[in-house]
């Protein structure tokens, strides 16, 4: 298992094969581990991960399982285990 590596910031196409897309709009997207990545804050595999440039976010249902939350210079990074 990798740990999702932040330190250069975040790019979703450094991870095409391994996180798959759910949604896309202008400023966020969903997405599907699919390869056992681990989280970058925590270490441990994820299964959604919520990325943003937003610099609010409202949820309207929370995940059943724990959340870690990460960031880099640009976005925001939710992973729900």
Do not use: W, Y
């Not at 595999?45 to 880099?72: H, K, M, N, W």
């Amino acid at each position: 298992m990798s740990r999702l590596d932040l330190s250069d910031g975040f790019d979703v196409h450094d991870h095409r094969s391994k996180l798959k897309l759910l949604k896309q709009d202008e400023n966020s997207m969903q997405l599907q581990n699919r390869d056992d990545v681990g989280c970058a804050a925590c270490g441990r595999v994820f299964q959604r991960l919520f990325v943003t440039s937003d610099e609010t976010v409202t949820f309207d249902s929370a995940p059943s399982g724990p959340v870690c939350v990460a960031r880099t210079d640009e976005q925001i990074l939710v992973f729900a285990h």
